[in-house]
């Protein structure tokens, strides 16, 4: 299976495999995301990865056309 390079918050660096939740790579990293629903209804979980926001929870790991991505910690001015 193709992994990708993902370069989380806090500078770590890690692989993981495409089509792995989000949530799940972040744990396998040692990195920790906030939940709450974890059914992807209420927002805790929200991660901004390449400029796109997703939700930890329900969102997978994808494919890169430069084989890594940039995880940013998101944060809702409502939550």
Do not use: H, Q
């Not at 990195?31 to 400029?51: R, Y």
Request: aromatic share 8%; charged share 25%; net charge negative.
């Amino acid at each position: 299976m193709k992994k990708i390079n993902i370069i989380w918050p806090n500078g770590k660096e890690t692989l993981a495999k495409v089509d792995t939740l989000w949530l799940k790579a972040a744990l396998d990293a040692g990195i920790s995301i906030p939940t709450g629903c974890l059914g992807g209804s209420c927002g805790a979980c929200e991660i901004e990865v390449d400029g796109k926001v997703l939700r930890a929870c329900i969102s997978k790991v994808e494919e890169s056309k430069s084989n890594f991505v940039v995880v940013e910690e998101f944060n809702d001015p409502y939550w």
